[in-house]
């Protein structure tokens, strides 16, 4: 089986979410199991730095687009084949998608254009490459546009398979820009990717591929409804026998608290000693009061309203009554961003924020904080709250998607039957997240208890080989029809 893995960001070469740590690891995870995956995405200056091997396939000049090359090499660490687009009007800039002030860059249509009409060239017959996919694997809204020019080439389509990572974003563009992108007006429609007078790219990935696929099997049902449906609810909830929920899976290699590189020490959940080694050195990083009492709650997200960064803020007061101290990394909406920037300025030593991301910190913040708040309005998958039981730091969530998935609360029954990770909100508010923060404050005092709890998430098979497995199966589903 091969197939062709169309992506706009893959970690290490280049990151700004939870998709990139999916790209950089499903291809690695399938070819484990025998298939040939090879990643496609733009060749970003970090790309261009990182990738190995790295040699030009061709150049060629569009029409719409300009010049612009295929370069091929590798993924540093798993191999893992890796083409390249490069463009320098497009893709030779910092920010992926938004510029430093965190507005859209005003080229994003065609940025993404020209990379869903290469994921549907080179997957299609008059691909110049040697390597023809029996299956395109597009991924997000950045590729959305790739099923739709397969599907008015003509000729036979190669199958494809399109992941929804967070319904969300949407690719939301100008009418006028169709022309631009060399589609036919007849794709602008309701049956097709128009959307509210406007053209989506997620709408057309959604209405074209042959297959649809989200992170969590929760999320796949909870997409059909207009809570969650982001206005495409009623088109996925026709295609609902088309779509399949397939719960991510973590880099079990790279996640590892017993040889991860950026920890100060490391530890296990048979030696569980590195883990207050961790705590006091991320205290004396962040200018945290060096207290091993105080209970120290992590971080590691967007700030923004979906993922309850303002339930946390207005709970704050209260949480801070507790007795807790804060380490939060991340970036995300203005407003939010200046309100955790005030709470810090006003508890020196009891809240740590670093705007921004930092690979290495987001790993010692996993380590070193005893309790993971990841109180999330909706959530695909989610990524952080495995990390945090890997890690041996229950997580408090909201029970939505991947979330309701993959975290077990800690109730007594579950506790006594060893099957207890974390703590799970059944709704989401400031009182409740309170209540749930001091539950787990509470058990957090009974050593013996705490640290089973502990053990029951950092043993738990997170790894990718059951998903990729999933996806296969998926493949091997569309292939044959």
């Known amino acids: 089986m091969k197939v062709l893995f169309a992506?706009?960001?893959?970690?290490?070469?280049?990151k700004t979410g939870g998709l990139a740590?999916?790209?950089?690891?499903l291809p690695a995870a399938l070819q484990e199991i025998g298939v040939d995956a090879r990643v496609?995405?733009?060749?970003?200056?970090?790309?261009?730095?990182?990738a190995q091997n790295l040699s030009r396939v061709f150049r060629i000049r569009l029409p719409e687009h300009g010049e612009a090359s295929l370069l091929r090499g590798m993924f540093p660490g798993n191999g893992v084949p890796v083409y390249l687009i490069e463009h320098k009007s497009y893709f030779e800039r910092e920010g992926?998608?938004?510029d430093e002030t965190g507005r859209d860059w005003p080229d994003n249509a065609m940025r993404f254009g020209l990379l869903s009409q290469f994921a549907a060239w080179l997957a299609g017959p008059k691909s110049p490459l040697d390597f023809r996919p029996d299956v395109l694997h597009c991924n997000d809204w950045q590729i959305g546009l790739a099923p739709a020019y397969l599907h008015f080439?003509?000729?036979?389509?190669?199958?494809?398979?399109?992941t929804v990572h967070n319904l969300a974003y949407q690719g939301i563009f100008?009418?006028?820009?169709?022309?631009?992108?060399?589609?036919?007006?007849?794709?602008?429609?309701?049956?097709?990717?128009?959307?509210?007078?406007?053209?989506?790219?997620?709408k057309a990935g959604l209405y074209y591929a042959n297959h649809l696929t989200t992170v969590s099997p929760t999320y796949a049902g909870e997409i059909q409804t207009e809570a969650f449906g982001m206005g495409m609810q009623g088109l996925l909830a026709t295609?609902?026998?088309?779509?399949?929920?397939?719960l991510n899976g973590i880099d079990m290699r790279e996640w590892n608290p017993a040889a991860d590189p950026h920890l100060a020490a490391p530890y296990s959940a048979d030696n569980l000693a590195g883990k207050a080694l961790n705590k006091r050195a991320l205290q004396d990083e962040l200018g945290l009061q060096p207290d091993a009492k105080a209970p120290l709650l992590g971080m590691v997200s967007r700030l923004t309203q979906q993922k309850g960064s303002d339930v946390v803020i207005e709970a704050m007061p209260q949480l801070l009554k507790l007795g807790a101290q804060f380490a939060v990394l991340g970036s995300g909406e203005a407003k939010l961003e200046n309100a955790w920037r005030d709470l810090a300025a006003a508890h020196p030593g009891r809240i740590a924020l670093k705007i921004g991301y930092n690979e290495g910190l987001g790993h010692r913040i996993e380590a070193g904080a005893d309790i993971f708040l990841m109180p999330s309005r909706f959530e695909p998958c989610g990524l952080n709250q495995m990390y945090s039981q890997r890690y041996g730091t229950p997580p408090v969530v909201h029970k939505v998607g991947g979330l309701a998935d993959t975290v077990s609360h800690?109730?007594?029954?579950?506790?006594?039957?060893?099957?207890a990770t974390g703590f799970v909100l059944d709704r989401l508010d400031a009182a409740s997240l309170v209540d749930a923060v001091n539950r787990a404050m509470v058990l957090y005092r009974h050593k013996h208890a705490w640290q089973k709890l502990m053990r029951n998430g950092m043993t738990r098979d997170f790894g990718w080989t059951k998903s990729a497995h999933q996806y296969l199966g998926v493949y091997k589903k569309i292939c044959r029809a």
């Open 239 to 246: 295609r609902g026998k088309d779509l399949t929920g397939i």
């Open 410 to 419: 800690a109730s007594l029954a579950s506790l006594a039957s060893g099957m």
């Open 174 to 202: 100008p009418p006028e820009d169709l022309k631009k992108l060399g589609l036919p007006p007849e794709s602008f429609s309701i049956d097709g990717m128009e959307y509210y007078g406007k053209l989506s790219f997620l």
């Open 21 to 25: 740590d999916v790209s950089g690891a």
């Open 40 to 50: 496609l995405m733009p060749a970003y200056p970090s790309a261009l730095e990182k």
């Open 153 to 162: 080439e003509g000729a036979k389509p190669t199958p494809t398979v399109f």
């Open 96 to 98: 992926l998608y938004q």
């Open 7 to 14: 992506t706009s960001e893959a970690h290490p070469l280049a």
